[in-house]
Nanobody, 126 residues
């Protein structure tokens, strides 16, 4: 069993930055691949970024590539999402997820993940 808790969301102006954190419980965090997803009102949950259980490789949605960076600290049981050059279209609830999976196809698919956090709101004003 893994419990996930996101933090770091908030209101930021376009062009600004935020760093999201996802703290995980359990002693097997390093065995899990981690993903970030987001869901805007009226839209489906979409893939943002993922990092394999070993710390690499990483994968990004085209819409965030070059602006967002996912990383993990297995000693702290935490995965991060550094978000720079934020745009109004990045506004959404951001969720972290954990799963015992490998491969980019699985990492990009919400249904592949076993555990989810409650989400944190990110609002980017224009």
């Amino acid at each position: 069993q893994v419990q996930l808790e996101e933090s770091g969301g908030g209101l930021v102006q376009a062009g600004g930055s935020l760093r999201l954190s996802c703290a995980a419980s359990g002693r097997t965090f390093s065995s899990y691949s981690m993903g970030w997803f987001r869901q805007a009102p009226g839209k489906e949950r979409e893939f943002v970024a993922a990092i394999s259980w070993g710390g690499g490789p990483t994968y990004y949605a085209d819409s965030v590539k070059g602006r967002f960076t996912i990383s993990r600290d297995n000693a702290k049981n935490t995965v991060y999402l550094q978000m720079n050059s934020l745009k109004p279209e990045d506004t959404a609830v951001y969720y972290c997820a954990a799963g015992l999976l490998t491969g980019w196809r699985a990492l990009m698919r919400p249904s592949s993940y076993n555990y989810w956090g409650q989400g944190t709101q990110v609002t980017v004003s224009s």
